[in-house]
């Protein structure tokens, strides 16, 4: 039902920034909460932001509020992440998801992207 593209991973250095990218497409689009993951190896994946198409609420995990913010453009299909102030613990593979529930989405989304790696540097 939902189709997720990410793109714009790349190495920057630490107190850099960087902009990661979903495209996003189905016909259920619209009624989709839309998320971002990040999962380092040997950790566990874990939530990073949400974002609904329609606007309102939004969420952040703790490590990341002040300097990631999740943004949309319903024109394009695409949320976007913006990443600032980047610290080399914030390397990770990052994943876009989507679910047609909030709560559904921060446990376990019905649809993953495939990822892209996000490298900081010292």
């Known amino acids: 039902q939902v189709q997720l593209v990410e793109s714009g991973g790349g190495l920057v250095q630490a107190g850099g920034s960087l902009r990661l990218s979903c495209a996003a497409s189905?016909?259920?689009?619209?009624?989709?909460?839309m998320g971002w993951f990040r999962q380092a190896p040997g950790k566990e994946r874990e939530f990073v932001a949400a974002?609904?198409?329609?606007?309102?609420?939004?969420d952040y995990a703790d490590s990341v509020k002040g300097r990631f913010t999740a943004s949309r453009d319903n024109a394009k299909n695409t949320v976007y992440l913006q990443m600032n102030s980047l610290k080399p613990e914030d390397t990770a593979v990052y994943y876009c998801a989507s679910d047609p529930i909030y709560t559904t989405l921060i446990r376990m989304p019905a649809y993953w992207g495939q990822g892209t790696q996000v490298t900081v540097s010292s």
């Open positions: 974002i609904r198409w329609s606007g309102g609420v939004t």
């Open positions: 189905g016909r259920t689009l619209s009624r989709y909460v």
